[in-house]
């Protein structure tokens, strides 16, 4: 199929070049001509386990073009709607503005039957109303809300094989049409069965918002539940895989630690409780100003517990921080919590050394007064105590006996609860964890 995609981000550039590699013929369109550059020579503008590959393969193929003119979207059946909805500044409010140009800069280009399809995250309720501004343009195109579950460092994966299909339709009961024409895109995840659920706009725009604040309110729960254990001496990790034997609840989203942060999670659910509260329900959404406030007290617990092993003070004390993009697999460092912790350690006197696989150049743009170093060794050299802020594999993998000779004191806070402590301890090290004694 000839497809679109406005938006070339890390939603747009994978979903570019995963449809391209199912066969389809794919334009993806951005205004950023930078990143345009960097994709037509076949190079991701973001680290993406498997990005680089399918760029190539697919640009081998003849079947993946970038470009900055949307014009270049004429011909295309289907046009994908790819863009941010950033947080607005000063405002818990999705700040619309980039969907909004994105489909008003598209319409002199829609032919007749042409398919707008929405993947943007949005206030529900954005769906319809953009909907009525196609229609108006051209009363033969039809719009389909069909978000995005992907995951960053799987998004290929995610892309390709996803859990479920979502199709928002304007009148799901009776014009189908639009459906089938999306099922010829997805083709190859229906022929493995991927369920696919056909409804109205609200309720598919509600699934992608509502599935974001349930994980992150499975996240803030076994975060109030460290909070607890750090007041009683409980385990949290023993505690969350015990509850989560149970197959009503599940393991998965239990990892107590420095929280989550990202460009979704976090500005989802306070989008989603700006929405409400225009709705007039923003008491069915008042809980989630507690899942924020849980994520956010984590940060400044981590940085108290770093004052508390270094004695007392942070002034002076060599701090190596071991990651800093907001996940692993992943050098995006839009509100990562480790960022964050390692900025306030330094604003509070520390003398912060950070370190990150992938993220030090984004750390760098986004907070120039940290130190950033590209090794382990050269972060860790001399330090006070080491940090565990992103569980990259590496630092998961790191030998505690290797590290006790570098460092100036054999002390460890792990943020994010991905080493054994007994392993570190025998190797004589003061280990410190969130929610563990
Ligand atoms: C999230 C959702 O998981 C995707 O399904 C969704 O499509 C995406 O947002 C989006 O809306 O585009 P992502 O932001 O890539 O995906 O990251 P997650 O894997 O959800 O992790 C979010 C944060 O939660 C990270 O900071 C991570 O460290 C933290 N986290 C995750 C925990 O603290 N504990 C956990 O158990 C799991």
Redesign the pocket.
Request: hydrophobic letters at 35%.
């Given at each position: 199929m000839q497809i679109s995609v406005i938006g070339c981000g890390y939603?747009g550039a994978v979903h570019s070049a995963c449809l391209a590699e199912l066969g389809h013929d794919v334009v993806g369109i951005d205004i950023d001509e930078n990143k345009i550059a960097s994709l037509r020579e076949g190079n991701a503008p973001f680290f993406e386990p498997g990005l680089p590959e399918l760029l190539r393969s697919a640009g081998e193929t003849g079947r993946l073009r970038f470009s900055s003119e949307t014009a270049d979207a004429r011909g295309a059946r289907i046009h994908f709607i790819a863009v941010g909805t950033p947080q607005k500044k000063g405002e818990n409010a999705a700040d619309l503005r980039f969907v909004d140009a994105a489909v008003e800069s598209l319409l002199p280009y829609l032919s007749d039957g042409d398919i707008v399809v929405g993947k943007s995250?949005v206030p529900v309720g954005t769906a319809r109303r953009l909907a009525e501004r196609v229609t108006a343009a051209n009363s033969t195109v039809s719009l389909v809300w069909n978000p995005?579950?992907?995951?960053?460092?799987f998004a290929v994966q995610?892309t390709i094989s996803p859990d479920r299909l979502v199709y928002g339709l304007q009148d799901p009961a009776g014009s189908p049409g639009p459906a089938a024409v999306l099922d010829e895109v997805y083709a190859g995840a229906l022929a493995r069965e991927t369920p696919r659920i056909i409804t109205d706009y609200e309720t598919a725009e509600l699934v992608?918002v509502s599935?974001?604040a349930f994980?992150a309110t499975?996240?803030s729960f076994?975060?109030a539940m460290a909070e607890v254990c750090e007041a009683t001496g409980a385990d949290v990790t023993q505690l969350a895989d015990a509850i989560g034997l149970d197959n009503r609840i599940g393991r998965?989203?239990?990892?107590?630690?420095?929280?989550?942060?990202?460009?979704?999670?976090p500005k989802?659910i306070r989008a989603f409780m700006a929405r409400a509260g225009e709705l007039g329900v923003d008491q069915a959404l008042s809980f989630l100003r507690e899942v924020d406030a849980i994520n956010m007290r984590r940060r400044n617990r981590t940085v108290d517990l770093a004052r508390e092993v270094c004695g007392g003070s942070l002034i002076g004390r060599k701090i190596a921080v071991l990651g800093l993009a907001?996940?692993p697999d992943?050098d995006d460092v839009r509100d990562?919590?480790a960022l964050n912790v390692a900025a306030q350690l330094q604003l509070q006197g520390a003398a912060v050394l950070g370190t990150d696989p992938q993220a030090v150049d984004n750390a760098r743009l986004r907070f120039p007064e940290l130190t950033l170093v590209k090794t382990v060794e050269e972060a860790t050299e001399a330090a006070d105590a080491v940090m565990i802020l992103?569980e990259w594999k590496e630092y998961r993998q790191l030998d505690p006996h290797w590290l006790g000779q570098i460092v100036g004191a054999k002390t460890i806070v792990d943020g994010?609860n991905c080493l054994d402590p007994l392993t570190w301890r025998a190797a004589g090290w003061r280990y410190r964890a969130l929610g563990r004694p």
């Open positions: 939603l995250t995005e579950f992907l995951r960053e460092g995610d992608k599935a974001n994980l499975k996240i076994i975060n998965r989203f239990l990892n107590a630690g420095l929280g989550f942060g990202g460009g979704c999670l989802d907001f996940k992943s990562s919590p992103t994010r």
